[in-house]
């Protein structure tokens, strides 16, 4: 069965610290791999992917993943956290098995970034 | 673009009572999703479709039904709203392939007392 799980349900960093949030998967084929943010009372917003080619993916507002295939791993991260990054953060897999569209989501990560 | 909406952003049913949820999209979009999420749970696919016309089962479909009359709309009803179905429901959308991100509307909080 195609799976994603987020190990950590909050992580704490202090502002301009790097911050990962991490993300693992379980899927039977190449994985389609995103990660989105949701800030308070806001729908998801979708900050990255990964479909193929290089494994670091650059997303927006200064977030980037690292797809390994070894470790069937998807971390996102960014070099120096801003308070504002505060947020619950989702990793989703693409289900593409049966012919089925379906995303497969974690269960969030909230990161709270300190001043 | 206004993206994706969600009406209504609020309520509050009584047990038993029935509802519409409405959700629509201007980015002509193939794809549409219904989630719900519940603390600690993430997001959980109720019902999607992948064309006018379509649609198809998701994770935890009891108690819902859907329907997609035209390609920006999609609609969730409720029946007969239970306790369990308190809850932030999420509406999506994405264009047609594997690799395409989704695009979500900004929730309606439904109390079910």
């Known amino acids: 069965a195609q799976s994603v799980a987020q190990p950590e349900d909050q992580v704490k960093v202090a502002e301009g610290n790097p911050l990962t949030v991490k993300c693992t998967y379980s899927v039977s084929g190449n994985p389609y791999l995103f990660w989105y943010v949701q800030y308070p009372n806001r729908g998801l917003q979708f900050l990255l992917k990964?479909?193929?080619?290089?494994?670091l993916v650059k997303g927006s507002y200064g977030f980037e993943a690292e797809f390994n295939k070894s470790q069937t791993s998807f971390h996102l991260k960014k070099p120096s956290a801003l308070v504002s990054d505060s947020a619950l953060y989702f990793c989703?897999?693409?289900?593409?098995?049966?012919?089925?569209?379906?995303?497969?989501f974690g269960t969030g990560t909230r990161l709270k970034v300190l001043a | 673009n206004a993206g994706v909406t969600q009406t209504p952003k609020f309520r509050v049913l009584k047990t038993g009572q029935s509802m519409t949820l409405l959700c629509a999209q201007d980015?002509?979009?193939?794809?549409m999703y219904w989630y719900r999420q519940d603390p600690g749970m993430g997001l959980r696919l109720i019902h999607y479709s992948v064309g006018e016309g379509t649609t198809a089962k998701g994770e935890v479909p009891d108690g819902y039904n859907v329907s997609r009359l035209k390609k920006q709309n999609f609609l969730l009803g409720l029946e007969s709203a239970a306790p369990s179905q308190t809850s932030v429901y999420f509406c999506a959308s994405s264009r047609s392939g594997a690799y395409n991100e989704q695009f979500f509307g900004p929730g309606t909080r439904l109390t079910v007392l």
């Open positions: 989703a897999v693409r289900d593409l098995t049966s012919g089925t569209y379906k995303y497969i």
């Open positions: 990964y479909i193929t080619g290089d494994n």
């Open positions: 980015m002509n979009h193939e794809y």
